[in-house]
């Protein structure tokens, strides 16, 4: 069974940084792809950025430039770096690993950012 958890949301002003966290436990890391989505309420969750299966990285255009995920197998951790964060990114952030040739995936439970002033 494969468990992510998310950690680094919280509360930040318009224009500030926030670094994300997924720890993915219970996989063997290389087998998987992991990105990250974000939701709001009475909308669909939305891709914000991911690994693909050549292992380059898709963002959403409207994070590029802003956003930045980067992976630790080392520590089977998935990073989320956001900068220049405006209230359009308030949302649920969710971490998601898909696994290469079963396509089978898995969700965390999700970490709150609040952009407000």
């Known amino acids: 069974q494969v468990q992510l958890v998310e950690f680094g949301g919280g509360s930040v002003q318009p224009g500030g940084s926030l670094r994300l966290s997924c720890a993915a436990s219970?996989?063997?890391?290389?087998?998987?792809?992991l990105g990250w989505y974000r939701q709001t309420p009475g909308k669909q969750r939305e891709l914000v950025a991911r690994?693909?299966?050549?292992?380059?990285?898709m963002y959403a255009d409207s994070v590029k430039g802003r956003f930045t995920l980067s992976t630790d197998s080392a520590k089977a951790t998935v990073y989320l770096q956001m900068i220049l964060l405006t209230p359009d990114d308030t949302a649920v952030y969710y971490c998601?690993?898909?696994?290469?040739?079963?396509?089978?995936?898995?969700w965390g439970q999700g970490t709150q950012v609040t952009v407000a002033s």
């Open positions: 998601n690993a898909v696994h290469r040739l079963t396509r089978r995936d898995s």
């Open positions: 219970a996989i063997t890391f290389s087998l998987y792809t």
């Open positions: 690994v693909l299966s050549d292992d380059s990285i």
